[in-house]
């Protein structure tokens, strides 16, 4: 709209083109500019980023019980009117092997048998990646590198995975810490005497999950694992 207001207040045609062309050039020295005048381009961006959110966590903070209900009506959520309901839970700290590098992001598989259990990464989400509940106990008192040991994966399809470390570790006693709804392990670490790293993605709700899974084109899934999500 600004590009049109300037083209139509030139005084003869030869000022209108000249201005039209100058136009089509604005949004790369726009892009180059940072670089130009010897600015990161990443940092300026990480920059605002950084700086909207906090004002934003500044502004949520302040908001009493009431405010939170009016800000996010519990209704408007599960009707669609606020978007996508979907959440990533760090359970545990993420464990990086190269402080240059970031940690992987995918679905993971969780099946069971009589001798063992099977939690790996897939490319996809299958039923075996979909879980109904999650329970767990960390390890010791508080601490900035938590690590699990005792997790009970419930699946949504039947069927339980639990992984005890109790014999080898002091577990901590009490309830148990627990997420309900519909989720996925999206980053999984175990060693030989605890979880180290444990991160989950999901929803309220299986609709609620695959509504979001098909907003965001995260992960494909499978016409068994939606035609599931669709009951829950």
């Not at 590009?3 to 207040?9: C, E, K, L």
């Not at 606020?82 to 995918?106: A, C, K, L, W």
């Amino acid at each position: 709209v600004v590009g049109f207001w300037i083209v139509t207040i030139q005084k003869d045609y030869i000022n209108g083109v000249i201005m039209t062309t100058a136009l089509l050039f604005i949004p790369e020295i726009d892009d180059q500019l940072p670089g130009l005048l010897g600015f990161d381009q990443d940092a300026i961006i990480e920059n605002f980023l950084i700086q909207e959110s906090k004002s934003e966590y500044n502004d949520y903070v302040q908001l009493t019980d009431d405010g939170v209900e009016k800000k996010f009506n519990r209704d408007d959520i599960e009707a669609g009117k606020r978007g996508v309901n979907f959440s990533t839970y760090f359970i545990t700290n993420s464990v990086e092997e190269d402080p240059n590098e970031h940690d992987y992001v995918q679905p993971f598989i969780v099946k069971e048998n009589d001798f063992a259990h099977e939690i790996d990464p897939s490319n996809f989400i299958t039923q075996d990646c979909l879980l109904q509940r999650i329970e767990w106990r960390f390890i010791g008192g508080a601490s900035v590198k938590p690590q699990i040991g005792y997790l009970k994966l419930t699946k949504m399809n039947g069927g339980e995975v639990i992984i005890d470390f109790s014999g080898v570790q002091k577990v901590e006693q009490g309830d148990l810490h627990h997420l309900h709804g519909a989720f996925f392990i999206s980053n999984f670490v175990m060693s030989s005497s605890a979880v180290d790293s444990l991160r989950v993605c999901g929803s309220p709700s299986g609709k609620e999950l695959l509504t979001a899974l098909d907003r965001y084109s995260l992960w494909d899934i499978t016409s068994d694992a939606a035609s599931i999500l669709k009951r829950f």
